[in-house]
């Protein structure tokens, strides 16, 4: 079974920068199927909301408040994801969780982001 582990979480002021990072371990031959990557963030009493997803082809899709100041990109060598949150508001503030498709892996228990007004 896959496993991820977020990292790269922390105390940001508006307008400051972070890089997540999302790390899959496990058997080879389940990180040879791994396709897709999700980035989701939550916040105390909503939702899980995808911020952000990479498909095989590496074509991202970002959620509207995030599009433009983050990136998704992934290092297939060291399978490993990671968001780059450029500009930052105090509304990005959350815990940061990825997850991979195709679904499965034991999820992390996220990178908690907050952001200073």
């Known amino acids: 079974q896959v496993r991820l582990v977020e990292s790269g979480g922390g105390l940001v002021q508006a307008g400051g920068s972070l890089e997540l990072s999302c790390s899959a371990s496990?058997?080879?031959?389940?990180?040879?199927?791994?396709?897709?990557w999700f980035w989701y963030r939550q916040t105390p009493g909503s939702q899980r909301e995808e911020v952000a997803f990479?498909?095989?082809?590496?074509?991202?899709r970002y959620d509207d408040a995030v599009k433009d100041r983050f990136t998704l990109s992934r290092d297939l060598a060291k399978n490993t994801a990671y968001l780059m949150m450029n500009n930052v508001k105090p509304e990005d503030t959350g815990i940061y969780y990825c997850d991979i498709w195709p679904p499965g892996a034991l999820r992390g228990q996220g990178t908690q982001v907050t952001v200073s007004s």
């Open positions: 496990g058997p080879p031959e389940s990180l040879q199927r791994l396709q897709g």
């Open positions: 990479m498909n095989s082809a590496g074509i991202v």
